[in-house]
């Protein structure tokens, strides 16, 4: 059983999970494994470093997110974010939340996903906002995927502009243009990765000139598809990216349990929430867990997730990227309590 304390200011709705989510929680729900630690040579996250600080990853949900037509509601994304990034950082004060990780003169890149879960216009126009109260003008906010990207507001709903690219193949929004990133994934299941989070985002920051046209699918793999994925963390490994990347915010309002990155309608489902940290690790550990006992309670019995999400304890063990332990990670949860599955 999770021990769970209420937040000493009594904020309803606020719990914060110390070390409920084990580490044997994460191999058998999450399925991480089929022996991560162990089948695959690589020691176990942070068995070795027991003094390293937790990670924190903030979730908050709301259950009037979706109106009557089950539109989002942008005040309500508006109001998640601002709650989420206060809770982050401890700041009572929006602005001086999004301080901590931006500041007027810096040059913003938002990493979208224009697959079918593709990120939210009201989410993203909720993060410029935020970022215009900052003191960034629109002019410095790039909002992009692939190969196209938009500027400011009007760069959410076009993005027309062509990406250029380094000769690793990284977008120079990336590699030059931006001072700061934000990647802004959704949740969903993955069939090459396992989930296709945050660490999969960054996927859609390099050219495709190594995927071939063809209609068979085993042929039209990046090299880094290989081995479900398992390497994945060595794009956000790259200096710009770790030096850069300040914040992670994971789409969650409607995550896919199956079948991803194909949509079957069936198999989405109103959660209703939104993650935050700088920890892309985290995150990744965090929704692997999330969306297996989603898995779980639609099937009755455990379904695992094929294949297993082998790159989430890869991308610390070899990358150092964050913290995979579920144990390790401090778990802050926001407002709407029933279906939580954490």
Request: charged share 25%; net charge positive.
């Amino acid at each position: 059983m999770a021990n769970i304390n209420r937040n000493s200011s009594g904020c309803p709705g606020r719990t914060t999970i110390h070390r409920g989510l084990t580490r044997r929680d994460f191999i058998r729900n999450a399925t991480v494994s089929a022996g991560l630690g162990l089948a695959l040579g690589h020691r176990t996250a942070l068995s070795e470093e027991p003094s390293r600080a937790k990670s924190k990853v903030v979730l908050v949900r709301d259950e009037t997110v979706f109106d009557d037509a089950h539109n989002l509601r942008e005040d309500r994304v508006a109001a998640m974010l601002r709650r989420a990034v206060q809770s982050l950082t401890g700041k009572g004060d929006p602005k001086e939340a999004w301080s901590q990780f931006v500041k007027p003169t810096d040059v913003v890149g938002i990493k979208v996903t224009l697959m079918i879960t593709r990120t939210s216009p009201e989410l993203l126009r909720s993060i410029i906002r935020d970022l215009n109260a900052v003191g960034v003008p629109d002019k410095n906010i790039y909002i992009w995927d692939r190969a196209t990207y938009g500027i400011g507001l009007e760069g959410v709903t076009r993005r027309s502009n062509p990406c250029s690219f380094d000769s690793r193949g990284y977008c120079t929004l990336v590699t030059d243009t931006c001072t700061v990133l934000l990647n802004i994934p959704g949740a969903k299941v993955h069939w090459l990765s396992g989930i296709g989070v945050t660490l999969k985002n960054w996927f859609g920051a390099i050219n495709s000139r190594e995927l071939p046209i063809s209609g068979n699918r085993n042929a039209a793999f990046f090299a880094l598809h290989e081995d479900s994925c398992a390497d994945m963390g060595v794009l956000a490994s790259v200096a710009e990216i770790r030096q850069k990347c300040k914040l992670n915010i994971v789409e969650a309002f409607r995550p896919l349990f199956h079948g991803g990155p194909q949509v079957d309608p069936k198999y989405l489902w109103d959660y209703k929430g939104l993650f935050v940290s700088p920890d892309p690790v985290a995150l990744d550990a965090v929704c692997a867990k999330m969306l297996q006992a989603k898995r779980d309670e639609y099937k009755g019995e455990h379904w695992a997730i094929e294949p297993p999400t082998k790159h989430i304890v890869i991308a610390d063990s070899k990358y150092h990227l964050g913290t995979s332990n579920l144990d390790q990670i401090e778990l802050v949860k926001e407002g709407y309590q029933e279906g939580v599955l954490l």
